[in-house]
């Protein structure tokens, strides 16, 4: 039940987050003013503006102007509704817990739309980002200390709290740099340095050495995605790919996966853990 709630939540957020992208890059306050078609500007009614179903009813064109319709808004509700529903499985009834990772989703799910569509990061989004996955990246890491450990002595808090936050820093910092080895020498031509930025958030989030399996999936995904596009001629061979929506894809994966996944390739490697 609580997932449900969490998808439906996820898509308003979703279809509410696009707006507050939109409206971040055009310079103009996302609190003041109601959603309008972006080419006729005529206010949408409330039917208009339900997630997806409003896009499916429309056949994807606006009911006045007939305009296309942007077919991300659908998909990037249905992500956010996706990460929504991931980080509530994985930490609810821990409100303590669930609500700053929904915190830090709600601020890379703006990130991810902003770097899709124009290639730039809102600066308070990713100023939020950073605060906020250092918050939740030690929450998480007490969480996972207390799921597996059977002590409650005050001095395997104390312990625990220290590695808790050499995790979230590590992460971070590691994450960072070796994005920042490719944006500095470069001078942003291989990796621009909001990403830098942005990768140093998410390290934060999902600590060392998850960071590392984060960075390996975006660059797998991204790789993937981009010949992709070059096969079927969707982008040019100096085409810029957006990097930010992989560094988030990565991030959520491991969040929800990489804990079992080190332990299986750690245990393939006969190290123990």
Known sequence: MAQVIAAVIGLMMGSFLTVVAERLHANRSFMLGRSQCNHCRKQLTWWELMPVIGYLVLRGRCRRCHSTI??????????????????????????????????????????????????????????????????AGYLNYQ??????????SWLWWLSSSRQAWQSVVLGGGVAAGLLAMLAVPSRERWM???????AGALGLWVGYPLSLFALATAFY????VGVIQLVTRRAQSDHRLAFGPFLILGAIVVLVWGSNLFSAIMNLWGVAI
């Open 70 to 135: 942007p077919w991300q808004y659908p998909v990037f509700e249905l992500v956010a509704a996706a990460s929504y529903t991931a980080v509530t499985w994985l930490f609810f009834p821990q409100w303590s817990i669930l609500i700053p990772n929904l915190l830090v989703v709600t601020f890379l799910l703006v990130l991810c739309y902003s770097d899709w569509l124009y290639q730039e990061f809102p600066a308070v989004a990713l100023y939020g980002a950073l605060l906020v996955s250092a918050v």
């Open 143 to 152: 969480h996972e200390q207390v799921v597996v450990s059977a002590s409650d």
């Open 192 to 198: 621009a340095y909001g990403d830098v930025w942005l």
């Open 221 to 224: 995904t991204g790789a993937v």
